[in-house]
């Protein structure tokens, strides 16, 4: 019989199975499907407008605003709006440090940059800017959110897996990101969300 793996065996795991996935999808995946993809673009520009980082920020936002007047007027949440306070707390936090650290770190260009307007498609590191392409933002705001949920209902985890899988094909056949952006942002996100979701467990009891 296999003993299951705790939290702390699982993580780092994970992490080695992220940096491969990551490595691979650099050197063999990200151009040759962003070139394929690049015919294609412009048929979900209205998509990428309606779904933009500023619009999920600011329902989020206004989320959170709702459910604390709600707490305050009512003097009490239920589990699951305070599920969702969390979780919405949790992907704006995750996703301002992944644009104002992580981008800025790995420095990768985006998709656009390098398909038209000739960058190199590598780490510039230190030499990002918050629009770099790695790891990929909406991905990180996404999986903090789902992490949450996931870890405080674990029956959510297949349904959401499955959104966010949608989610990163989505990202990657509209040229908004490479692979590899996405596949580093959902570990991220995921990672943020679970230990958050695990943090407010251990308080609530």
């Not at 199975?17 to 650099?26: D, G, K, N, Y």
């Not at 709702?66 to 003097?75: E, H, K, Q, Y």
């Not at 991220?188 to 969300?193: H, K, L, P």
Request: aromatic share 10%; proline share 4%; charged share 10%.
């Amino acid at each position: 019989m296999i003993p299951r793996m705790n939290a702390r065996q699982l993580w780092p795991l994970s992490f080695l199975v992220c940096v491969i996935a990551v490595t691979l999808s650099f050197a063999y995946l990200d151009m040759p499907m962003a070139h394929w993809f690049l015919r294609k673009v412009g048929r979900l520009d209205g998509l990428g407008n309606g779904l933009g980082s500023a619009v999920l920020l600011s329902l989020e936002a206004a989320t959170v605003l709702t459910l604390v007047i709600a707490r305050l007027l009512r003097g009490h949440l239920s589990r699951l709006s305070e599920a969702v306070a969390l979780a919405s707390l949790t992907s704006m936090c995750s996703y301002a440090v992944n644009s104002g650290v992580l981008k800025v770190f790995f420095g990768v260009p985006n998709p656009g940059n390098v398909l038209t307007q000739g960058a190199h498609h590598s780490f510039h590191l230190l030499a990002g800017a918050p629009d770099s392409s790695f790891p990929s933002g909406h991905m990180v705001l996404a999986c903090a959110f789902a992490g949450v949920i996931m870890k405080l209902y674990p029956r959510s985890i297949w349904p959401l897996a499955a959104l966010l899988s949608f989610g990163a094909a989505l990202l990657v056949y509209g040229d908004w990101h490479f692979a590899s952006d996405v596949i580093a942002g959902a570990f991220v996100g995921i990672s943020a969300g679970l230990l958050a979701g695990e943090l407010w467990l251990v308080h609530s009891s």
